[in-house]
Every structure is written in structure tokens, then in C-alpha cells.
């Protein structure tokens, strides 16, 4: 509940305590879904008030709930439970009311809200009710005497003796309460900043470049349209619009050049020059008064084709320039494949283009030396890379080694074993062919004397790896391979990353498979995985190059 809510609710129901309207207070503080102790504090006033001693007794008790160090609180409960003829909770909440005083002579609960003081010999005075009522005469008496001993007096004046005759009298003692209507009350600053101002204000204009500017708030951008603003013009200042009877050129500082026969619009008064302030072609300057003549304003009224332009000049509605269209590669007509099976041009090719051979380079000194320099370095890198391949792993991190150019497969796979820490019989390796994006295996695992060079482009080469832990019990249908990663949904599902080997189990239905990978068995999604044929790589190059079918 927001503190304002609260506030407000509080608020009202102490205006109604202070109306005694006991129950419209506790009409306003039902609405507060989160009590605290001291809106508890005023229901409970609320109830004893009329006199619903039960209700008071609950209210109290999720006060001291609230605040279990209210010592006003107990004191309050020990008075309603002495009424109750609760006499022994009585007496024990006059006890915790004493201690939750900490020693002091009296505490003063204004600062907090309430108007009322609590003496310690208060206390005492109803634990004597108490015993008074409890037919323990001597109890009280002592009780009392020793109240009559406390400091301060805080109205004690002659409420001890006569308590002392009454219990003289062996007469039960009425026990003494927070006076009637006495509650708890909001902070006045806080109730006053209740109220919403407007800290702002409503703007003025004060002076404005702009004649007859009666603007006088904040309202939405206006759709503006190329030309000049022209301000309002009444009836009186029609003769603002001059005519110049004959070509001004500027002749000083702030002064117009201006033809003859152009519109002004006034903009000043006349100074001891003869000269006035004018706005011309959205721009402001002195002219000769002598020069100007008034001129008829209704006679352009429904003419807005002849308007003369003056005054401030709006910003043009300039569209931004297209975008040149490159024709150097046009798309394909529709319809149109390409059956031929040469694969796209390599990044070696495409970035590094011969240049046309009617610009024969240009030497110079530093060029034919730098030309040598790079010379030796190149053919030094091609020797280096000539004789090995670099070779990237993708497991669960990703690794690089560089290994000779006729390295066989099964020599490849104890390398890249001994590189991530697994034996090689668990391991099975992968690569994806120039121009597809399928995953297939690597060929010499199962037909020794294929070497890497098989598979290396441009010096380079990626593998995916993949461990595998035999499946026992279950027969295996066939295997598949990831397209995709598939995060399991469920606990009955199958994770797998792209380019993992599933050994299909059993096919669950049409969409649905069931497979083991990485020691998991589960069911996933068909179509997040495929047969290795050469019929689906196929499939699998037209989707990764649509432009080709377009």
C-alpha cells in the first residue's frame, strides 16, 4: 500500500475520532490493507469508545504485535483486561508496561503522534486495581505507597490518597485509561503535502520577437509548412504592412537593402533618425519612415496565391536525397537456377582481386624495396605453410594445433585426443564441406591412408568433435546428425549441440524421435537433425544459399 494511501486514510479517521463519529474512523481504517500500530491504536480507542471491549481487546493486541515495545500499549490492554475481569494478563501486562518504561519516570508520546504522557505511577496504580480487585488488600496498599513514592506528578495530586482510603474501605479500584479520543495522529507537514501544487505555474509570455504573441502554454509540435510566418494582425494595426515606394540600399550598420515595392511589416518604433525597425524576407533592420507606405491588408484576404511574404521565416521541407541504387550485380529473374556445380568464389579470390591489366603497376624506389621485403616474407610464410595446416576443434571449448599436410586421419585423432584429455576410441570427428552447412564425417576414420589434405582449404581446416559412450541393451536403428542446438524442455527430452552423432532408438511418431547422445537418452524434434546422405546435403546447400534460387 503506498504511504500516501496511508496517510490519507489515517487522516481521515482521526478527523472522525475528533468528530466522534467512532464508527466512520473505523470505516476509513478497514480500508488500510497494511495496519500499523498506531492506526491499530485508534481502532481500539474506536471500539472502547463504543464500548466493545472484545473488539478493543483484539485491536490491542495486533498493536503490541506491531510494536512489542509500546509501553502505552500494555497499558491500555492491562485497563480493557481489568474491565474483563482478566485479572492475572492484567497484572502481567502492568508488569511489561513497567519494563518497557526502561526506568524513565514518565515517557512523552507526543513526538510520536499522541497527546498524552504515561507516568510510571499510572502503571502502578492499576496493578493496585488489580490486586484491589483480586481481594489482595495488602498487595494494593503497598503497590500504592509505592506509587505515592515515584517522581514527578504528572496530575497525581490527591489520586494516591484516595485510592489509599478506597483500599482503607476494602473497595475494588476503577483502573485508569489514555483519555478518550486521544489517538495517534498523522505528522501535520506530512498531511499537508497531500495536496498536489503546481510547484510551475502556468507560463507567461513576457516579451517576444514575434508581433501579437499571445502565446500562453505548451502544446503539441504543429505541423509546419515551407513559407513565412505572419503574425496576427487586428483591425488597429493594419497599417503595420508598408509598402517601399522606391529601391533602399544599406548605407549603415543594421540597416535593409531593399527594392522597390517589397513588403515590410513594422517591427519598432521610429527614432530620432527618422529611421524604424522593420522585418523583410525574414530578416530585421532599420529603414527611412519616408520610404513606406501603408498598405491595404483585407484587399489579400482570400488571395493565397498573391500574399506578400513577411516576418519569420520557417524552416524548408527538404526531403533527404535516395540512396543510389547499384546496378553492378542485378538479382536473377525469377525462376532462374543454377545447376552448375562450381562452388562460389573463395575469400582468397573475392578480396584480393588482380588489378585490371591495362594499369601496369607503378615502381618507384621505396616501392621496389618494400616489393622485396614483402617478396621474401611471403615466400618464407608459403614455405611454412606449404608443408602443415592449422587445424581448429570445436568440443567444449575450442582448441588449435598445427599438424603436417599428410597427417593421417587416425594419426589426426590421437593428437586432438591427447589435446583435450579423452581417450580416441570415444571420440569421432567431423567437418563441414566448402559451400554446405551440414556436418559430415571424416572419411579416413573408417578408410585408413586418407590424410587431412583432403579436407584443408587455403592451409586451414575446422573439425567438430564429438564423444561418444557406447550404448548397451538397446539396439541402434540408425544415426543421425544436429542441424541445430536443442536446449531440453523437459525432463524426458534430448540435448544435443550442432553437429553431434544420435543413434536413433525407436521413432516415437512422425515429428518425434528418440535417441541417445553424450550417455543421455531422450526424444527431440526430427527435424533438428538429419540422415547423413548425400541427398540431404544437397538440400542442405540450397537453404544455406537461397540466393541461388531466387
Not at 63 to 72: F, N, S
Not at 408 to 437: F, M, N, T
Not at 463 to 483: F, G, H, S
Request: aromatic letters at 8%.
Amino acid at each position: 500500500m503506498l504511504y500516501t494511501d496511508l496517510l490519507r486514510l489515517w487522516d481521515a479517521s482521526v478527523k472522525a475520532v475528533d468528530a466522534k463519529d467512532w464508527n466512520g474512523a473505523l470505516a476509513e481504517l478497514e480500508q488500510i490493507s497494511e495496519p500499523t500500530s498506531r492506526t491499530l491504536f485508534i481502532a481500539a480507542a474506536a471500539h472502547l469508545a463504543l464500548g466493545q471491549l472484545d473488539r478493543a481487546m483484539q485491536a490491542l493486541d495486533l498493536t503490541i504485535a506491531k510494536d512489542a515495545r509500546l509501553a502505552v500499549g500494555f497499558f491500555q490492554r492491562a485497563a480493557v483486561m481489568i474491565q474483563m475481569d482478566r485479572l492475572e494478563e492484567a497484572l502481567s501486562d502492568c508488569i511489561w508496561a513497567q519494563k518497557h518504561m526502561r526506568g524513565n519516570v514518565v515517557i512523552d508520546y507526543r513526538q510520536l503522534g499522541l497527546r498524552f504522557k504515561l507516568y510510571s505511577w499510572q502503571v502502578l496504580y492499576n496493578a493496585a486495581a488489580v490486586y484491589s480487585r483480586m481481594g489482595q488488600w495488602e498487595q494494593a496498599g503497598e503497590v500504592l505507597q509505592s506509587a505515592a513514592q515515584e517522581k514527578g506528578g504528572g496530575g497525581r495530586g490527591g489520586t494516591i490518597e484516595a485510592a489509599l482510603d478506597i483500599i482503607a474501605n476494602k473497595e475494588v479500584l476503577t483502573p485508569l485509561l489514555v483519555p478518550e479520543g486521544e489517538v495517534f495522529r498523522p505528522k501535520r507537514q506530512d498531511v499537508e503535502q497531500l495536496q498536489q501544487r503546481d510547484f510551475l505555474g502556468k507560463p507567461k509570455v513576457i516579451s517576444s520577437m514575434i508581433p501579437n504573441d499571445d502565446f500562453g502554454g505548451f502544446e503539441p509540435l504543429r505541423l509546419q509548412k515551407p513559407g513565412f510566418y505572419e503574425p496576427k494582425v487586428e483591425g488597429a494595426q493594419e497599417s503595420l504592412y508598408m509598402r517601399v515606394r522606391f529601391p533602399y540600399m544599406s548605407r549603415g550598420p543594421g540597416q535593409l537593402t531593399v527594392p522597390g515595392g517589397a513588403m515590410v511589416f513594422l517591427f519598432g518604433e521610429e527614432n530620432r533618425d527618422g529611421m524604424i525597425t522593420v522585418i523583410h524576407d525574414g530578416q530585421r533592420g532599420l529603414l527611412p519612415i519616408s520610404l513606406l507606405d501603408p498598405v491595404d491588408v483585407k484587399a489579400f484576404k482570400g488571395k493565397k496565391e498573391n500574399r506578400f511574404p513577411s516576418g519569420i521565416p520557417l524552416p524548408p521541407s527538404m526531403k533527404p536525397p535516395t540512396r543510389r541504387q547499384d546496378r553492378r550485380n542485378p538479382p536473377a529473374p525469377p525462376g532462374a537456377s543454377f545447376t552448375s556445380d562450381i562452388p562460389p568464389p573463395s575469400y582468397t579470390t573475392a578480396t584480393h582481386a588482380p588489378p585490371p591489366a591495362s594499369q601496369p603497376p607503378k615502381y618507384t624506389a621505396n616501392a621496389a624495396a618494400n616489393q622485396h621485403l614483402w617478396s621474401q616474407q611471403a615466400g618464407s610464410a608459403h614455405g611454412a605453410a606449404a608443408g602443415s595446416v592449422e587445424v581448429k576443434v570445436h568440443f567444449t571449448s575450442t582448441v588449435e594445433l598445427s599438424v603436417p599436410l599428410d597427417m593421417p586421419y587416425s594419426e589426426l585423432k590421437e593428437q586432438i585426443a591427447q589435446k583435450l584429455g579423452q581417450p580416441p576410441s570415444q571420440l569421432r570427428l567431423r567437418h563441414k564441406q566448402h559451400g554446405y552447412r551440414v556436418l559430415t564425417p571424416l572419411g579416413g576414420e573408417v578408410e585408413p591412408g586418407r590424410t587431412i589434405q583432403e579436407v584443408a582449404e587455403a592451409g586451414r581446416v575446422t573439425l567438430w568433435c564429438q564423444t561418444e559412450d557406447p550404448l548397451a541393451n538397446r539396439t541402434i536403428i540408425y544415426q543421425m546428425v544436429a542441424l541445430y542446438d536443442y536446449a531440453a524442455e523437459g525432463a524426458e527430452d534430448l540435448e544435443f549441440s550442432e553437429g553431434d552423432t544420435i543413434d536413433i532408438l525407436s521413432e516415437v511418431n512422425e515429428e518425434w524421435l528418440e535417441g541417445h547422445c553424450a550417455g543421455n537418452i531422450g526424444i527431440f524434434p526430427s527435424c533438428f537433425a538429419y540422415q547423413e546422405s548425400d541427398d540431404v546435403s544437397q538440400n542442405s546447400k540450397l537453404k544455406e544459399e537461397p540466393s541461388l534460387i531466387k
